[in-house]
Structures are given as C-alpha cells and as structure tokens.
C-alpha cells in the first residue's frame, strides 16, 4: 500500500515540475520552436527507449508463462499420491503423469531459448521412469504400494529440478 502511495506521489509531483517549466517559460518566444534536428534526435530517443522497454516487458512475460508452466509441473507431482495411484485401474494417477507430460512437452519448445535443455531432458527421464514403474504394475496394488517410495523418489527429483529451472530463469 505505501508503494502505490509513493508512486503515485512521484507520478503527481512529476506533472507539478513539468507544469511549472511549462508555466515559467511560456513567455519566452523560443519555447515552442524547434529546428529538425532537435525533432529528430527527441524522435529517435523516444522510439529507442520505447523499443527497449517493450523488449524487457515481453522478455518479463515470457519468463512469467515458462515459470507458470514449471509451477503447474510441480503442482501436478503434488498429486502423485498414494491415493491416486489406488484409484480405479489408476486413473488419476496416470491422468496427472499425462498433465506433466503436455507441460514438459511446451517447456521443450522454449529450452534452447533459455539454455534449459539438459534441466528438461532430465524431467523427461524422470517422467518416463515414474511412466515405466506405474504402467508396469498397473492393477497390482501391492506392488504399487512397495514400489511407490521410488515413484515418491522421482516425483521429488522433478520437483528439485523444476525449481533449479526457475531460479536458471530468473538469475542466468
């Protein structure tokens, strides 16, 4: 809340200044005149730092949707439970692997932009063994039960590595 107070503070006593200049040197004649070259270079400072700011903004936003993606991945290993993997024939379970799966699929298509292509081929590694185990022993609830502790294992490794991937993002 004090931040949008001092903004809009900074934002008022910005046009306060502006207008007094305006004010104090309306009299002079020479205010309003300019010659082409002063156009053109105001022009091209303007343009320059409009090209500049846009770039940052859409990098910013395109950060924001891969981090949003990797927030999803983890949120779906979150799921990967006990209880999930006993439902009927392990539908949810299989359903959330799929969800994980579609995601990891979008992050590859932006992992050379963002030099995180060694980080996803190991997600995917770690997708397809948690895959291997659960549709290997699908309807055997007792073995999923004994083997559920290597799935916990993988589902963990994922998670780590999603956060290594979000702070690669943010701070290389």
Do not use: P
């Not at 009299?27 to 309003?32: A, G, V």
């Not at 770690?126 to 073995?143: A, M, P, R």
């Amino acid at each position: 809340m004090m931040k949008k107070t001092f903004n809009w503070f900074v934002i008022i006593l910005f046009f306060l200044a502006v207008g007094a200049l305006v004010f104090l040197n309306f009299k002079n004649n020479n205010f309003f005149e300019m010659n082409l070259y002063q156009i053109l270079s105001l022009s091209f400072v303007v343009i320059v730092s409009y090209y500049l700011t846009q770039k940052k903004l859409d990098s910013r936003k395109q950060r924001e949707v891969i981090n949003e993606l990797i927030t999803e991945i983890i949120n779906c290993t979150f799921e990967l439970t006990l209880d999930a993997l006993q439902s009927e024939k392990s539908k949810l379970f299989m359903m959330e692997l799929r969800n994980i799966e579609n995601r990891l699929s979008l992050l590859e298509k932006t992992s050379k932009m963002y030099d995180t292509e060694a980080e996803i081929e190991y997600l995917k590694s770690q997708h397809k063994n948690i895959h291997d185990l659960v549709s290997t022993h699908i309807g055997d609830n007792v073995t999923l039960n004994n083997i559920f502790v290597d799935i916990e294992r993988d589902a963990d490794n994922i998670r780590n590595k999603c956060k290594e991937i979000q702070f690669k993002l943010y701070f290389n």
